[in-house]
């Protein structure tokens, strides 16, 4: 996630959710032996930041509406 008000907005735009299965990943593909210092942070804080800041607007949405829901991390 590099667009955290793209994020808030589109949650925002429904209905609470009363679970949220987690789950992000992006990759740069090319041998493990050729990945950059440059690809692992790209990597990693792409992942990091997707499953952060989608929690984070979904569990808003849910406190907001009074939603007793359910976050799944994977």
């Known amino acids: 996630v590099t667009d955290t008000a ?3 907005a ?7 959710f ?3 299965v987690n789950n992000a990943v992006t990759h740069r593909p090319r041998p493990f032996l050729e990945v ?3 690809d692992y942070d790209v ?3 792409l992942i990091q930041r997707a499953a952060f800041f989608t929690a984070h607007a979904v569990a808003r949405s849910m406190a907001d509406a009074g939603v007793k829901g ?3 991390p994977i």
């Open 6 to 8: 793209a994020v808030n």
């Open 10 to 16: 589109a949650i925002s735009a429904r209905p609470a």
């Open 18 to 20: 009363a679970i949220l």
């Open 36 to 38: 950059t210092g440059d």
């Open 43 to 45: 990597i990693t804080t």
């Open 70 to 72: 359910t976050i799944i």
